[in-house]
């Protein structure tokens, strides 16, 4: 366990890397930072000090190296627009974030699970057609329409809810329910088809044979096995909970990630890029070594070490 | 007794009510005097397991791949016995032994894909003896493993029936596995049983043409070297079944009556029921 413990890592390390030296270079060779931040009509001698200041007039492979000789020490550089730590800057953003990806995160368990649950083992009922109509809809409609569509009704026409900003404390549940919806309907597909996989096993109707009440055939014989497959998605949710509201966090102006990095992104503030690409890619990666955990502790044929003598 | 959808299983799946809330049953099956057929769930809930048992035919898929063996057969003991605990464990072990696996106590912490088929099999009739059933239904119990394990698996079958008094119906399509181990065989076709005899009477004196059909197909161990006769023709869909008798496209002794109505079973000698009008 704790030699398959050790590998994950590194790998998980090996990913990191690879993403932070992808990102590296696209963003050097993708335009040019001085010009973003000081426009394209700045006096020639203000751009070659920013340059200058920046590193950025050495060779890539020498700012490329002196990168990730710095990162490896824990400094991952400054922000370009205003001085400060850029690993500093994103983390201030990160509660902001997670104060709405984290309840949208329980509301798409809440919902989408037990959907997806119900709508299979009431299959082909009028329930089951409505919840998978309503799911198709879920996560076929984008996220920016549906957030539009209810800044719409209960901001404009009802007026209950403010439609941006962080500054009351209603202003979160705009952006909660619209994430958690299109998150819910995936998850309740996905569910509905892992669970109608696992009734339709020989076992199932085996534990029935046994004269076992249905609902403890579903509970203890469906369920555990049914999560399995579901526990691939929910893994990658969790993965999304840092960086998976760019889109909505801009709509509803909301002060957190993905504001930062889109407004970084386009400014070419390349160490905040940097920085926000590399929490990305850490808790997309943790996310996955806590699933492949998660997958040994559901499914025993997985475990590994275990007694294989037939 | 019959060939691959022919309806073996269906009949007593549909028995017990293990069709799901879709299919429709119809006739009756009475468990003295009860009719089964449109009991209540929690009645037929009382009937499985505990009056009549079943096995499959994929003894491996019919174990629950996420939990142990043990857990497994102490939940059968828990809702028929009402053991629990260290009582449960013991009985646990104790079938465990009856269906001959060794180191039981070792086996009962282990999970269904770390033993073999034939093994996985035991433990779905120790299983099945937890509810100390009166009856019990082996559906192919032997079809998904080899020879030699298949052999053991029915040799165990008949010591527990011979021990226990339990009643056993087995399901095949093996006439040789059906001829050694049941006293009685009903001949299925069609979702229909065509022939109801004991077994010395079906072999030796069949009288259904669909049955006599199957005993001619069958090479003899000595004797001369002879051509196998074949029925002609294929079975019917169950979608789009004749009229008449279902056997009657390929039956050699068809007349015209055969193909206005299904022949219902009748008693051509003392013991032995013909679904037939020429037998």
């Known amino acids: 366990m704790l030699r398959y413990l050790a590998g994950r890592l590194l790998r998980a390390v090996l990913t990191i890397f690879l993403v932070v030296t992808f990102a590296f270079f696209v963003l050097h060779l993708s335009g040019d930072p001085a010009m973003m931040i000081l426009s394209a009509d700045a006096p020639p001698e203000s751009i070659k000090a920013f340059r200058e200041a920046w590193g950025l007039d050495r060779p890539l492979w020498v700012q490329y190296a002196a990168y990730i000789v710095h990162a490896l020490q824990g400094d991952l550089g400054n922000s370009m627009r205003d001085g400060r730590p850029a690993m500093q800057l994103v983390l201030e953003r990160v509660p902001a974030t997670l104060a709405i990806t984290v309840p949208a995160f329980a509301l798409k368990l809440l919902i989408g699970i037990p959907a997806g649950i119900y709508a299979a083992l009431h299959r082909n009922s009028l329930a089951d057609r409505l919840t998978m109509m309503v799911s198709v809809a879920g996560f076929t409609v984008p996220s920016f329409v549906l957030a539009l569509v209810l800044v719409l009704v209960f901001s404009v026409q009802l007026g209950w809810l403010p439609s941006a900003g962080s500054d009351q404390s209603t202003s979160a549940i705009l952006p909660i329910v619209t994430l958690g919806v299109a998150g819910a309907a995936i998850l309740a597909r996905f569910t509905r088809s892992a669970m109608l996989e696992v009734l339709g096993q020989p076992y199932i109707r085996a534990a029935s044979a046994k004269g076992l009440q249905w609902r403890k055939v579903v509970v203890e014989h469906a369920l555990p096995n049914a999560a399995i497959p579901t526990t691939t998605i929910v893994g990658f949710m969790v993965g999304t909970l840092i960086a998976g509201a760019v889109v909505v966090e801009s709509v509803f102006a909301w002060p957190g990630i993905g504001r930062l990095l889109v407004s970084a992104v386009s400014n070419r503030d390349l160490a905040v890029v940097q920085a926000i690409l590399l929490l990305v890619a850490a808790t997309m990666v943790t996310a996955n070594i806590v699933v492949d955990i998660a997958y040994g502790w559901l499914d025993p044929r997985l475990r590994r070490g275990g007694k294989s003598d037939r | ?279």
């Open chain 2, 1 to 279: 007794m019959g060939e691959s959808g022919c309806g073996k299983s269906v009949t007593w799946l549909a028995a017990l009510g293990l069709l799901g809330s879709r299919a429709r049953i119809g006739g009756e099956v009475r468990l003295e005097g009860r009719d089964l057929v449109g009991a209540p769930v929690a009645e037929l809930e009382r009937v499985r397991g505990r009056r009549i048992a079943m096995i499959f035919q994929d003894p491996s898929s019919s174990l629950n791949p996420v939990h142990r063996i043990g857990r497994q057969l102490g939940e059968a003991l828990r809702l028929h016995r009402g053991l629990d605990g260290t009582a449960a464990e013991a009985e646990a072990r104790r079938l465990l032994d009856r269906v001959h696996i060794a180191d039981a106590q070792r086996r009962l912490g282990d999970y269904p894909h770390e033993l073999s088929g034939g093994m996985n099999q035991r433990v779905m009739i120790a299983m099945a003896l937890a509810g100390q059933p009166d009856l019990l239904v082996a559906d192919e119990p032997t079809t998904a493993l080899d020879a030699t394990v298949q052999a053991q698996i029915l040799e165990l079958l008949g010591e527990i029936r011979r021990d226990s008094g339990m009643a056993l119906v087995l399901i095949s399509h093996d006439l040789g596995v059906v001829a050694e181990n049941t006293d009685r065989v009903c001949v299925m076709y069609a979702g229909r049983v065509v022939e109801d005899a004991p077994i010395d009477t079906v072999f030796e004196a069949p009288a259904h043409p669909y049955t006599r059909g199957l005993l001619a197909a069958l090479p003899e161990l000595d004797g001369p070297r002879r051509v196998l006769t074949p029925i002609a023709g294929v079975v019917p869909d169950p979608w789009n079944l004749p009229t008449g008798c279902s056997f009657a496209p390929r039956c050699d002794r068809r007349i015209e009556a055969c193909e206005s109505a299904p022949p219902m079973p009748t008693e051509k000698a003392a013991d032995h029921r013909v679904a037939c009008i020429r037998a």
